[in-house]
């Protein structure tokens, strides 16, 4: 159990080194305005969604809370739209308790209304997503290492 515990913990580093590589590409583009926040807002979320939808299609160990989602989809074999949107919403619900709690009534900390947007399409978008994706990759463990293969190809 430790070993998946560290490989996840693996997996979280690594997608924390990929977001703050990508950081410092996107601080040279200029996003003044709304507009231009907005477009970035969704363009971010989208390819979140498609992130988790391929880490849910692989053996890949996920994030602590990802991890959850995806062995309680497999235990109570719900829909992943639903589930992800439910654990989502409850967890912001708990961000703001706990904020409220610890930083005063009145004062919200560590949660803006674009994370309440995210949680309640995410779970929209990874279905979206994990449904184009299946049209096009066959997801199978092909080479004993439990990966995948594009359909179509030898």
Do not use: Q
Not at 73 to 92: E, P, Q
């Amino acid at each position: 159990m430790w070993r998946h515990n560290l490989l996840s913990f693996a997996t979280a580093l690594s997608c924390g080194f990929a977001l703050d590589t990508m950081l410092t590409p996107v601080e040279l583009i200029n996003g003044e305005g709304i507009a231009a926040r907005a477009v970035f807002y969704l363009l971010g979320m989208v390819a979140c969604a498609a992130g988790v939808s391929l880490l849910f299609h692989t053996y890949i160990l996920l994030e602590a809370y990802e991890m959850f989602v995806k062995e309680m989809l497999a235990k109570l074999g719900m829909d992943i739209n639903k589930f992800k949107t439910v654990y989502d919403c409850a967890s912001c619900a708990l961000t703001v308790v706990m904020s409220l709690v610890f930083f005063g009534f009145g004062r919200i900390e560590g949660m803006k209304p674009g994370t309440a947007v995210c949680a309640l399409i995410n779970g929209w978008l990874i279905g979206i997503c994990s449904k184009a994706f299946e049209r096009l990759i066959e997801f199978k463990d092909g080479t004993g290492l439990r990966g995948f293969s594009c359909r179509g190809a030898a």
